[in-house]
């Protein structure tokens, strides 16, 4: 959601006549988009501000804007920081340009966050939201052929220990018409994979005349749409609602990319209900079979929280069951931090220490590594077809024969597949050989063809 907004505020902003630099010291504008998730990301931000009041000190002109989550989050809170000229919340971005003309103008502060964020938006903002992504959604250029498309903004679920719903505002889905032309007009500027976003976005849902649009219906007409080849969607929640059909989609048609990224966030039921989510650990592993029952071969990913407030032993040994019988290809995991205004830190004391978490997410990782590990040694030998993104980290040191550098790209599984190649495949379509493999990324060599 965070590299949609950037891309989206980067559009407007170029349209704008702004031009961009990398180096802070030669900029008129710097603008910060935050995350509220994990205590640590706002640490982050709180520091690049610390940074910023260096350069301020020598350059008191400059103009800081923070927008995000953290700006709705703190609203005049961090206003008050001594760096910072604005705070614009996520619902308020379609003000992003005249924000920043106006401070360098007037030099005063401003503040634009939505004051009761839970209300249904008004028409008039749901309007400018709507025309803002619509006008901007189609430059995001940062992995050459993708685009993420926003299908819903904000979430209803409220798990206890989430400050999402407090920050981008109740759920509400997109026109599937909106969404379609931008995916066609995506298309028509050569981008070949889309995904598309939500907080959870498998449960969009729109209701036009007699009938209700689901994701299932979503992905089928964007199938539809010619030069888009591979669409994606995340994140998804466990809910049986519309699940069997969004998986028929996937397995009827090569466009929808085999892979579900679906977080269990625990194994144990009792901390699944603290936490507020509406499932079982059966539940969501039933799901998981009805997954790979429909879609064979497809690849899943889950998300895990550990030291959530009472997690005993007893509790930590159902997630790693639950991870062990999942067989994720990657699982990402956080240890629980509590986040100011969520019910989990207003109601539940943070009883496992920092050490506890520390030493349950070496031991989840372990486990996870070891699953991941032996699914990527089942590729070994086999061909696979990526998407090539871009150059890799190493693309300097490994050079091949043909001094082709090393390249990045996934597969429709989203495995992360290395191998050399000449940078003008970017964007494009590969064929790859597996040679060898780590638990998280493949190495290969371009298929003869
Ligand atoms: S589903 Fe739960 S974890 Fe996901 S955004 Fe909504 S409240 Fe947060």
Not at 160 to 189: N, W
Not at 322 to 349: H, M
Request: proline share 4%; with cysteine.
């Amino acid at each position: 959601m965070n590299k949609l907004d950037t891309a989206l505020v980067t559009s407007a902003l170029e349209d704008a006549g702004f031009g961009f630099t990398d180096n802070v010291k030669q900029a008129d504008v710097v603008l910060i988009n935050t995350c509220s998730v994990r205590q640590h990301a706002e640490q982050r931000v709180l520091s690049q501000l610390g940074h910023l009041k260096h350069i301020k000190e020598s350059r008191p002109d400059l103009v800081v804007g923070v927008i995000g989550c953290m700006a709705q989050r703190l609203g005049d809170k961090l206003l008050e920081h001594e760096v910072v000229n604005f705070v614009c919340g996520p619902t308020e971005i379609p003000q992003i340009k005249q924000l920043i003309t106006k401070t360098l103008k007037e030099k005063k502060k401003s503040l634009a966050v939505t004051e009761k964020i839970r209300r249904k938006p008004s028409e008039q903002q749901s309007q400018a939201l709507e025309e803002f992504e619509s006008a901007y959604g189609i430059k995001d250029e940062s992995i050459p052929a993708q685009a993420f498309v926003r299908v819903m903004r904000g979430c209803n679920n409220f798990c206890s220990y989430c400050v999402v719903p407090y920050v981008r505002g109740p759920e509400v889905s997109r026109r599937p018409e909106a969404i379609i032309e931008q995916i066609r007009k995506l298309a028509d500027h050569g981008v070949k994979q889309v995904t598309l976003l939500g907080q959870t976005v498998n449960s969009y849902k729109y209701k036009k005349g007699e009938k209700t649009w689901s994701l299932a219906d979503l992905l089928e007409a964007a199938t539809d749409v010619e030069g888009i080849e591979w669409l994606r969607f995340v994140t998804s929640y466990p809910s049986e609602e519309f699940f069997d059909d969004i998986m028929q989609v996937m397995a009827g048609s090569p466009k929808v990319c085999e892979y579900l990224h679906m977080p269990a966030q625990s194994g144990s039921d009792k901390i699944l209900l603290a936490m507020n989510r509406n499932y079982t650990a059966a539940g969501y592993l039933e799901l998981l079979d009805r997954a790979r029952a429909i879609v064979t071969g497809i690849t899943i990913a889950g998300d895990f929280i550990v030291g959530f407030p009472g997690e005993t032993e007893e509790d930590f040994q159902a997630t790693v069951d639950l991870a062990e019988k999942a067989r994720y290809k990657n699982a990402f995991i956080f240890k629980y931090s509590p986040r100011p205004g969520t019910t989990a830190d207003k109601r539940l004391q943070d009883t496992v220490s920092a050490e506890v978490k520390q030493r349950r997410n070496v031991e989840l990782l372990a486990v996870q590594e070891k699953i991941s590990d032996e699914l990527s040694r089942d590729l070994l030998g086999k061909q696979v077809q990526v998407l090539v993104e871009g150059l890799s980290k190493k693309s300097h040191v490994n050079i091949d024969r043909d001094e082709n550098p090393q390249l990045i790209g996934r597969t429709s599984g989203d495995w992360i597949v290395v191998f050399n190649g000449p940078e003008s495949s970017a964007g494009k379509f590969s064929q790859v050989t597996i040679e060898s493999a780590s638990p998280l990324t493949l190495f290969g060599r371009l298929a003869e063809l």
